[in-house]
């Protein structure tokens, strides 16, 4: 029965030369075995592939004549002629299969082999049908790569990359995208997974997503225009910038990148560009750079109005900028309360702020000045008070110029500012007494007992209502320059040496500095300059003599000098009266006004006898 068999050989013999003619022509590689698995037949492509040309391969084991390997792990394959023999089934080479040629060259392949069977099934040998797809591989193997690098980099990009498709209503409008891959960077972006995302709409996941991105998405996917952009995102609280693009149509990818960081820098710059850092208002630049949000007629009528603080330099100067500061800082934080969310309060500079006020009457406008004033009085406490002239106009035509409504309020608050003249400069008054008080209790005091002793001395020689009240002012300040001088000095309780009496001597400059800079208190700053004068010409610190020497300086020396010396000092024990009204008489004429010292020890006399009248009074009762 076996040598009524055909084999692989009888198969394609001279007599079948047709089958072998077939076999030669087709462009596959093809290898015959027996049944033992040794080659017995290889067409002209066969022996190209692995090198075995003419009949050098026949009668080969299969495995000798064919060398495969994976082309990825180099590990030699399994006998694909050997499988077929013993299953007796067809079987397919796997993906990534290598021939390696008998000279060394290699050659990827896809190949199956199949049993030769007779009528009856019995197997007489295999046939493998091979082709060289090493090109087609190569490009595989490219996109491949090609592929993974992309997806690498998608999945390991530090922005966050997400592809989409469009969701457009019967209209064809873009109503939804649904998510159909996301990366690593997006799920740490959005915080939440992958699986949560792939396959549900935006507004399923992020239901509050505004419109406009789903607008902005469905015109790159409807359109394929990428697009790029920034903005913010309520949904998810942060700033992106956006790339959009569609790789095909219906579809778009958008690449975010989350400037957060960035965009709150640049916008707390802003703020700071556009922020008075003392108040915490508007500066000047943020209105100039803004102004023109307020042409429209949506905001008529629009009323300014222009504040200047009292008596800043005055209060910088007496009692240091931190007073001057603390004042500025209350101005703002009434301005801050009367005005509304749309209002624009703005510090214009030094001592400067300004109002605009959209929507605002010049009736409703003048009712916020009287408020900002009645809090602004409420609001003065320990060596501050709060004291600004307001001025105000208001636009209620479109051809009316900012500028102009801007300049007739300011106009207005100087006019305030003078008719206030005496309001203000109490306001003033106040301040440095405090700034004295702050500096030494001693002289607070001592600045009281000098304004009796002056204030009565001034009635009694007929000075008019306004010189009495210069003269009252230059007592209480006369030695507001003492702030400025050490606490060591003041205290000191020996005699000064002649650099510290220098030094000390500075006092009635800087004090006339000090009072000079409220043009409100002039007649007082020359009295507080030469109330160390002498009637001789001794005095200092010019060394004016007789009667130019100012009146209130001349009384206040009186006062000063007596009242220093009735009552103790770090130097030196207090005198009694009756020493004290000696020494005044003893430098009539050289240190001081001898007629207002024959006054003044004339009123000490008529006060002394009284005190002395009530107190035998007492005594008697």
């Not at 592929?147 to 457009?168: G, Y």
């Not at 969310?341 to 109002?355: A, I, K, M, S, Y």
């Not at 600045?447 to 001395?457: K, P, T």
């Not at 009384?555 to 024990?573: G, K, P």
Request: proline share 3%; net charge negative.
């Amino acid at each position: 029965m076996a040598a009524d068999r055909p084999s692989p050989n009888d198969l394609l013999s001279p007599q079948n030369a047709y089958t072998r003619l077939i076999l030669e022509s087709i462009g596959d590689g093809v290898i015959v075995t027996d049944s033992s698995g040794r080659v017995t037949f290889m067409n002209l492509q066969a022996q190209r592939l692995t090198g075995w040309f003419d009949e050098s391969g026949l009668g080969r084991p299969f495995a000798e004549v064919f060398t495969i390997v994976n082309s990825q792990t180099r590990k030699v394959c399994s006998d694909p002629v050997a499988k077929v023999l013993v299953t007796g089934g067809v079987v397919g080479l796997a993906n990534h299969t290598t021939l390696i040629a008998r000279d060394g060259n290699e050659y990827q392949i896809a190949d199956s082999a199949a049993p030769v069977k007779d009528s009856t099934g019995n197997v007489h040998g295999v046939i493998l049908v091979f082709r060289d797809v090493t090109e087609e591989y190569e490009r595989q193997e490219a996109v491949r790569r090609s592929e993974e690098r992309f997806r690498r980099l998608f999945e390991h990009s530090i922005n966050a990359v997400a592809l989409h498709e469009i969701i457009l209503d019967e209209a064809g409008q873009p109503v939804d995208y649904r998510f159909l891959e996301v990366n690593r960077a997006f799920e740490r972006l959005t915080g939440l997974r992958a699986e949560e995302l792939v396959g549900r709409t935006v507004l399923e996941v992020l239901p509050n997503t505004e419109p406009f991105w789903i607008q902005t998405y469905g015109k790159v996917a409807l359109t394929g225009e990428p697009c790029e952009l920034e903005d913010y995102s309520q949904e998810l609280g942060k700033y992106f910038t956006v790339r959009a693009y569609s790789p095909e149509p219906g579809q778009f990818v958008a690449v975010f990148e989350d400037v957060t960081a960035r965009r709150t820098l640049e916008n707390r710059l802003r703020e700071m560009a556009f922020t008075d850092s003392l108040t915490g208002l508007h500066n000047r630049h943020y209105l100039e750079t803004n102004l023109q949000r307020f042409y429209g007629e949506d905001s008529l009528p629009l009323s300014v109005i222009a504040g200047d603080v009292n008596g800043l330099k005055i209060i910088n100067d007496s009692m240091g900028h931190r007073w001057g500061d603390e004042v500025l800082r209350q101005v703002a934080q009434i301005l801050k309360e009367v005005t509304r969310p749309e209002d624009v309060v703005v510090r214009w500079g030094g001592d400067e702020f300004v109002l605009l006020l959209p929507r605002t009457t010049a009736e409703e406008a003048q009712a916020i000045c009287s408020a900002i004033h009645a809090m602004a009085a409420a609001r003065s406490r320990k060596a501050v008070m709060v004291s600004i002239a307001l001025g105000c106009a208001t636009k209620t035509d479109l051809a009316r110029t900012m500028e102009e409504v801007m300049r007739r309020a300011e106009t207005n608050m100087y006019h305030h500012k003078m008719s206030t003249a005496q309001s203000r400069r109490s306001a003033m008054v106040f301040s440095l007494r405090q700034a004295m008080a702050e500096k030494s209790h001693e002289t607070e005091e001592h600045a009281r007992n000098l304004q009796r002793l002056a204030v009565s001395l001034a009635q009694r020689v007929g000075l008019s209502e306004g010189e009495i009240v210069t003269v009252s002012l230059v007592a209480l300040l006369h030695d507001i320059g003492k702030v400025a001088i050490s606490e060591r000095l003041l205290d000191k309780p020996g005699p000064l040496t002649e650099e510290e009496w220098a030094l000390m001597k500075q006092h009635a400059e800087i004090g006339y500095r000090i009072v000079a800079s409220s043009a409100d208190l002039l007649d007082v700053a020359q009295g507080v300059l030469h109330h160390h004068e002498r009637w001789d010409g001794k005095g200092y610190p010019t060394g004016l003599k007789g009667t130019d020497i100012p009146i209130a300086a001349r009384i206040v020396a009186l006062a000063d000098s007596f009242d220093a010396m009735t009552n103790d000092r770090a130097y030196r024990a207090r005198l009694s009266w009756d020493e004290a009204k000696a020494e005044i008489a003893a430098c009539a004429g050289s240190q001081f006004d001898p007629e207002l010292a024959a006054e003044f020890l004339a009123m000490l006399q008529e006060q002394e006898a009284l005190f002395t009248a009530s107190d035998d009074e007492h005594t008697h009762i």
